[in-house]
């Protein structure tokens, strides 16, 4: 199951573990990545919290946990590699993956169909 942020970041539901990235809308919008910035394995956010930094030619802009829980893994890929994020940013160009600790923020998220409607109105 995949949800979404108002902040443009998509989440894909594996258990008590989310994969979080950032939308191709998202992608489109921050235009050429030039640098990623994850946090650490083992650090955790509480929602809402700022999570990561991406720079774009156009600007600096932070990502941030649209859960709360701990960072189990990051992608060092799009790190070394941030254009990536352009290519594929809601394939392999996911975030991080962290260990959800209240999964009842995950219902305040919307579906593909809610996001699909919101970016209408953007």
Do not use: C
């Amino acid at each position: 199951m995949i949800k979404y942020t108002n902040e443009h970041e998509w989440l894909r539901i594996e258990g008590d573990i989310v994969v979080i990235g950032v939308t191709p809308y998202a992608a489109e919008q921050l235009g050429d990545v030039v640098f990623v910035e994850l946090p650490d394995v083992g650090k955790s956010f509480s929602q809402n919290d700022d999570m990561a930094v991406v720079e774009s030619v156009k600007a600096a802009s932070d990502v941030y946990a649209p859960i709360s829980g701990e960072i189990v893994e990051v992608n060092d890929v799009i790190v070394e590699e941030p254009s990536k994020v352009n290519e594929d940013p809601a394939g392999e160009a996911w975030f991080v993956k962290m260990r959800v600790s209240d999964s009842s923020q995950l219902d305040a998220l919307m579906d593909e169909a809610a996001y699909k409607e919101f970016l209408e109105n953007v």
